[in-house]
């Protein structure tokens, strides 16, 4: 199991920019990944970005990529998605979301939220 605390989420312009973190604590941890999902109200969770931990391959859902950028600290163990460009279909809480080589599954953040106003 592992603990994922996310910071960084807030209300932004239009056109503006927002830094998510995320930290994966727990005792020796193998990652595969590690990444975001987000949900807007009354939508169904979507895949953002997600990131691996050996080899920093990263991918992104095609309505971000260009303006999100993906990164990780792998001594630390955390994550971060710079997110540039924002727009108001931006908006959405977003989860940080990890996967262990040694477990199945995802483990889940409790969400932070973005905000972005016209």
């Known amino acids: 199991q592992v603990q994922l605390v996310e910071s960084g989420g807030g209300l932004v312009q239009a056109g503006g920019s927002l830094r998510l973190s995320c930290a994966a604590l727990?005792?020796?941890?193998?990652?595969?990944?590690m990444g975001w999902f987000r949900q807007a109200p009354g939508k169904i969770r979507e895949f953002v970005s997600a990131?691996?931990?050996?080899?920093?391959?990263?991918t992104y859902t095609d309505s971000v990529k260009g303006r999100f950028t993906v990164s990780r600290d792998n001594v630390n163990n955390t994550v971060f998605l710079q997110m540039n460009s924002l727009t108001p279909e931006d908006t959405a809480l977003y989860y940080c979301?990890?996967?262990?080589?040694?477990?199945?599954?995802?483990?889940w953040g409790q969400g932070t939220q973005v905000t972005v106003s016209s």
């Open positions: 979301t990890a996967r262990l080589r040694t477990s199945t599954g995802r483990d």
């Open positions: 727990g005792r020796s941890l193998n990652i595969y990944d």
């Open positions: 990131i691996t931990w050996t080899d920093g391959r990263a």
